[in-house]
C-alpha cells in the first residue's frame, strides 16, 4: 500500500466515527474521506496542485484537524499559529513561498492582510455549524485564471512544512514527506497499541507536530476517533473529558500540571471516564508529575520523546503497566535511537548527543546545507541526525535526557543539567511548577538560576527554596537566584522555555 496520507484512511469502516468536536455530530471515516475528494477538486480548481504549498491559519477545532487532513491529500501543508503578527506572517508566507493561505470566511486579521501584501491567494474556510464536526468547503477570494493539473503526491512528495523555533538564529524549514507523515504515524500507533476502539481528546495546538502526528494521524491510522476541543482549557478540560469520553489524552507538561490541580475536585468524573492511558511528549515530565498523574488516574503515563525533525516521535514508554520508568523518555519506538560524540561524527557509549534515523525522520532543511552539513552526518554506514539533545541510554534501553546541549548550564567549566535541579527543586512540598536556567554571570560566564511557581496554599520563600536544594545538590548546582512567580512564561506550545528566560526576567546583566 502506497505511503501517503490518502492510504492512511482508505480501509477504515465507513461508518466509524473520525472526528468530532464539542455540540457536533461526528464525521465518519466514509465522510472524511468524501470531504477529502471535494477538496482536492476544490483546491485543483483555485489553481492548487499537487506541489503547491498552502498555509493553513484556523483555530483550533475540528476544521483545523480536517482541513490539515484533507489539504496534505492534495497539496503541501504549511499550518501557522493564529497568534502570529503581521510581520510574523509576512516572514513566513514568504520563507514558505505559500501559493495559497486558507483562513475563515469573514477573517479580515494579520495572516490575510499579510496575505494580501504577499500577493498570496486566500481560501476561505465555510463550516456550518449543523454539519458534521469538520465538515468545509472552500472558496477563493479571486477565481483562478487556469486550474491546476489533476495529480495525487507520492510517498516521496513533501506533505507538511514546519518551522524550528529558533531563539536566536533564522527558523529553519523542516520539510516532511507523505512517507514521513506515516511512518510516524504507524509508529505511535503502535506504541499506544491504538485500535478502532479508542478515542483521544485534543486539547494540542493543531499548528504542532504533536497535535498533527500523535493526536491526529496516529488516532487516523488505526481507525479511531478524535475529540477536538478549541484549545487547551483546565477549567474545562474534565467537562470536555465526561462529553468526549475518550480512552486517552496527550499534552505537554505544564498542561498536565494544570489538569492535576484540579483532579481531586473532578474525581467522579475520573472514576466514571477511565483512561486507558495518558500521553505526554514535547518537553520533559517531571517524575514526580509522572507518579502523580498515574496515581490521580489509576492509568499509565507514557511519556514520549519527539520533535519536528522526526516527524514528532523518536522514543516512548512502554503501554505495559509498570513499564514506564519516571525521569526517561523510554525505549527506541520507531527509528533507531544512538548516542554521538558532541563533536566527532561518531557514536560513542556513555552520555554524548542522542542521534536518530529512521523512515520517519526528514531528509534535510530546505535551502540550508549549512544546517544540513552540521545536523546530519553518516556513521557505521547509516545518516544520523543530531537532535541536538544531551543524554544516555541504560542498559535496559530506555533513554534518560540530562537537557538540551544549548541549555546545559557551563558555570566556570562545571556543567550542570537544567532538569537534574529541576527534579530536585519539585521534591519541595511547596515547589508546584519549576524551570531551571542560567543567567550571565561577569567572572564564571553562566550562573544557575531557577523560576518557581508555589503549591495554591503553600508558602515558600527564595531562601527556603535555596536551603532545600543545598541540601540535596552540590553547591556549584544550588540555583543562585530563585524568582517566585504567578505563572511561568510559556511558549506558543504550551512548553517552559528556558532559553531567554534570563532576558524576561530582568536577570540578563552580569
Known amino acids: 500500500m502506497s505511503a501517503t496520507l490518502h492510504s492512511l484512511l482508505a480501509s477504515h469502516d465507513a461508518d466509524l466515527p473520525a472526528i468530532g468536536a464539542p455540540d457536533r455530530d461526528w464525521l465518519t471515516y466514509g465522510g472524511l474521506r468524501a470531504l477529502g475528494y471535494q477538496i482536492t477538486d476544490q483546491l485543483r480548481a483555485a489553481g492548487i496542485g499537487?506541489?503547491?504549498?498552502?498555509?493553513?491559519?484556523?483555530?483550533?477545532?475540528?476544521?483545523?484537524?480536517?482541513?490539515?487532513?484533507?489539504?496534505?491529500?492534495?497539496?503541501?501543508?504549511?499550518?501557522?499559529?493564529?497568534?502570529?503578527?503581521?510581520?510574523?506572517?509576512?516572514?513566513?508566507?514568504?520563507?514558505l513561498k505559500a501559493k495559497a493561505l486558507v483562513a475563515q470566511a469573514g477573517d479580515?486579521?494579520?495572516?490575510?492582510?499579510?496575505?494580501?501584501?504577499?500577493?498570496?491567494?486566500?481560501?476561505?474556510?465555510?463550516?456550518?455549524?449543523?454539519?458534521?464536526?469538520?465538515?468545509?468547503?472552500?472558496?477563493?477570494?479571486?477565481?483562478?485564471?487556469?486550474?491546476?493539473?489533476?495529480?495525487?503526491?507520492?510517498?516521496?512528495?513533501?506533505?507538511?512544512?514546519?518551522?524550528?523555533?529558533?531563539?536566536?538564529?533564522?527558523?529553519?524549514?523542516?520539510?516532511?514527506?507523505?512517507?514521513?507523515?506515516?511512518?510516524?504515524?504507524?509508529?505511535?500507533?503502535?506504541?499506544?497499541?491504538?485500535?478502532?476502539?479508542?478515542?483521544?481528546?485534543?486539547?494540542?495546538?493543531?499548528?504542532?507536530?504533536?497535535?498533527l502526528i500523535a493526536?491526529?494521524?496516529?488516532?487516523?491510522?488505526?481507525?479511531?476517533?478524535?475529540?477536538?476541543?478549541?484549545?487547551?482549557?483546565?477549567?474545562?478540560?474534565?467537562?470536555?473529558?465526561?462529553?468526549?469520553?475518550?480512552?486517552?489524552?496527550?499534552?505537554?507538561?505544564?498542561?498536565?500540571?494544570?489538569?492535576?490541580?484540579?483532579?481531586?475536585?473532578?474525581?467522579?468524573?475520573?472514576?466514571?471516564?477511565?483512561?486507558?492511558?495518558?500521553?505526554?511528549?514535547?518537553?520533559?515530565?517531571?517524575?514526580?508529575?509522572?507518579?502523580?498523574?498515574?496515581?490521580?488516574?489509576?492509568?499509565?503515563v507514557i511519556e514520549a520523546y519527539g520533535m519536528t525533525e522526526a516527524t514528532h516521535q523518536m522514543t516512548s514508554n512502554p503501554l505495559a503497566?509498570?513499564?514506564?520508568?519516571?525521569?526517561?523518555?523510554?525505549?527506541?519506538?520507531?527509528?533507531?535511537?544512538?548516542?554521538?560524540?558532541?563533536?566527532?561524527n561518531r557514536i560513542i557509549d556513555g552520555t554524548g548527543e542522542v542521534v536518530i534515523s529512521g523512515a520517519?525522520?526528514?531528509?534535510?532543511?530546505?535551502?540550508?546545507p549549512d544546517a544540513n552539513a552540521k545536523n546530519f552526518f553518516v556513521a557505521d554506514d547509516t545518516r544520523w541526525f543530531r537532535t541536538g539533545d544531551q543524554g544516555a541510554i541504560d542498559d535496559a534501553g530506555y533513554l534518560?535526557?540530562?537537557?538540551?546541549?544549548?541549555?546545559?548550564?557551563?558555570?566556570?567549566?562545571e556543567k550542570i543539567s537544567p532538569l537534574e535541579v529541576d527534579g530536585i527543586l519539585l521534591d519541595h512540598p511547596a515547589v508546584a511548577q519549576v524551570v531551571t536556567f542560567a543567567i550571565p554571570h561577569a567572572k564564571l560566564g553562566e550562573d544557575v538560576a531557577a523560576a518557581v511557581v508555589l503549591v495554591e496554599g503553600q508558602r515558600a520563600t527564595d531562601t527556603d527554596i535555596r536551603s532545600f536544594a543545598a541540601e540535596r545538590l552540590a553547591d556549584f548546582k544550588v540555583p543562585r537566584h530563585v524568582i517566585i512567580l504567578d505563572e511561568i512564561p510559556k511558549g506558543a506550545t504550551g512548553k517552559m522555555q528556558r532559553i531567554g528566560l534570563a532576558e524576561k526576567l530582568g536577570l540578563a546583566t552580569t
Open 360 to 368: 520517519n525522520v526528514t531528509s534535510g532543511y530546505e535551502s540550508n
Open 400 to 413: 534518560h535526557l540530562t537537557g538540551r546541549l544549548k541549555e546545559i548550564i557551563n558555570r566556570g567549566g
Open 321 to 344: 503497566r509498570g513499564a514506564q520508568m519516571p525521569g526517561s523518555v523510554g525505549i527506541a519506538a520507531g527509528p533507531v535511537v544512538r548516542i554521538a560524540h558532541e563533536a566527532e
Open 50 to 95: 499537487a506541489h503547491d504549498r498552502v498555509a493553513i491559519v484556523l483555530p483550533n477545532g475540528p476544521e483545523m484537524a480536517t482541513a490539515f487532513v484533507t489539504v496534505a491529500q492534495a497539496a503541501i501543508t504549511a499550518p501557522l499559529n493564529p497568534a502570529y503578527r503581521l510581520d510574523e506572517y509576512a516572514f513566513y508566507l514568504t520563507d
Open 108 to 211: 479580515d486579521g494579520p495572516a490575510v492582510r499579510a496575505a494580501q501584501d504577499c500577493g498570496v491567494g486566500i481560501l476561505r474556510l465555510h463550516a456550518d455549524p449543523s454539519d458534521p464536526a469538520g465538515v468545509f468547503h472552500l472558496v477563493p477570494d479571486a477565481a483562478a485564471d487556469i486550474p491546476a493539473a489533476a495529480g495525487s503526491p507520492g510517498p516521496d512528495s513533501t506533505a507538511l512544512i514546519l518551522h524550528t523555533s529558533g531563539t536566536t538564529s533564522r527558523p529553519k524549514i523542516v520539510p516532511l514527506s507523505q512517507s514521513n507523515l506515516v511512518a510516524s504515524a504507524r509508529n505511535i500507533q503502535t506504541s499506544l497499541a491504538l485500535t478502532s476502539v479508542d478515542r483521544c481528546l485534543n486539547v494540542m495546538p493543531l499548528f504542532h507536530i504533536h497535535g
Open 215 to 300: 493526536a491526529v494521524s496516529a488516532s487516523l491510522a488505526s481507525g479511531a476517533s478524535v475529540w477536538c476541543a478549541p484549545g487547551f482549557d483546565a477549567l474545562k478540560f474534565f467537562g470536555w473529558m465526561k462529553t468526549a469520553t475518550p480512552t486517552w489524552y496527550t499534552a505537554v507538561p505544564t498542561m498536565h500540571q494544570a489538569i492535576l490541580s484540579r483532579a481531586a475536585r473532578n474525581a467522579d468524573i475520573i472514576a466514571t471516564t477511565p483512561l486507558r492511558f495518558l500521553r505526554s511528549s514535547s518537553a520533559s515530565l517531571p517524575a514526580q508529575v509522572m507518579t502523580a498523574l498515574a496515581d490521580t488516574f489509576n492509568a499509565p
